[in-house]
Antibody
Framework: EVQLVESGGGLVKPGGSLRLSCAASGFTFSTYTLNWVRQAPGKGLEWISSISPTTNNIYYADSVKGRFTISRDNAKKSLFLQMNSLRAEDTAVYYC????????????????WGQGTLVTVSS | DAVMTQIPLSLSVTPGQPASISCKSSQSLLYSDGKTYLYWYLQKPGQSPQLLIYEVSNRFSGVPDRFSGSGSGTDFTLKISRVEAEDVGVYYCMQSIQLPITFGQGTRLEIK
């Protein structure tokens, strides 16, 4: 069974930093592109970043480019999101999501999602 | 960015009746490989989004056959042939023909 479990969310002040983690199990982690998708309270879904299996391809939404860094550790089957210079508008539930197609280098769709971790940016 | 527009934003349906959601893209989602990069998700209350339909009309594993997707180019539709109570939630269309991947605003389905 595919499982994705996010952690690391919490309350942080504007300008602060936070590192999210996503622990994966139930599939061959090193062969899938992984993604972060967020959802502000009461709002819709926003894709923010993806990373290919070998980390050759990394993409960011403009809203987080230069502030967030995605990374992965294939040996530990873990995905990360380092978030710096946080703003109030970064307040959201952050989901880890697996690419639907194995061995793809770019994101196309998300077949499995974690339960999400809430990040609140407030003074 | 490709803008995805869903209509309606909410609908209330009697159990057993059909429902339909429209999704229009600001650009064609048909790629040169012949695939159309349009997907549908359902986010049930308090849950993560779940994949319903991929590439316009293919049901994901375990999705009931009362869900169907259709369309081409820029216009797409998700249909539920007979709504059940468990279908409550917010439905999103999504495109991935270009980055950034974008979602529609969501359509909230409630049961009458």
């Amino acid at each position: 069974e595919v499982q994705l479990v996010e952690s690391g969310g919490g309350l942080v002040k504007p300008g602060g930093s936070l590192r999210l983690s996503c622990a994966a199990s139930g599939f061959t982690f090193s062969t899938y592109t992984l993604n972060w998708v967020r959802q502000a309270p009461g709002k819709g879904l926003e894709w923010i970043s993806s990373i290919s299996p070998t980390t050759n391809n990394i993409y960011y939404a403009d809203s987080v480019k230069g502030r967030f860094t995605i990374s992965r550790d294939n040996a530990k089957k873990s995905l990360f999101l380092q978030m710096n210079s946080l703003r109030a508008e970064d307040t959201a539930v952050y989901y880890c999501a697996r690419e639907g197609l194995q061995f793809r280098e770019d994101p196309y769709y998300f077949d499995y999602w974690g339960q999400g971790t809430l990040v609140t940016v407030s003074s | 960015d490709a803008v995805m527009t869903q209509i309606p934003l909410s609908l209330s349906v009697t159990p057993g009746q059909p429902a339909s959601i429209s999704c229009k893209s600001s650009q064609s989602l048909l790629y040169s490989d012949g695939k159309t990069y349009l997907y549908w998700y359902l986010q049930k209350p308090g849950q993560s989004p779940q994949l319903l339909i991929y590439e316009v009309s293919n049901r994901f594993s375990g999705v009931p056959d009362r869900f169907s997707g259709s369309g081409s180019g820029t216009d797409f539709t998700l249909k539920i042939s007979r709504v059940e109570a468990e279908d409550v939630g917010v439905y999103y269309c999504m495109q991935s023909i270009q980055l950034p991947i974008t979602f529609g605003q969501g359509t909230r389905l409630e049961i009458k």
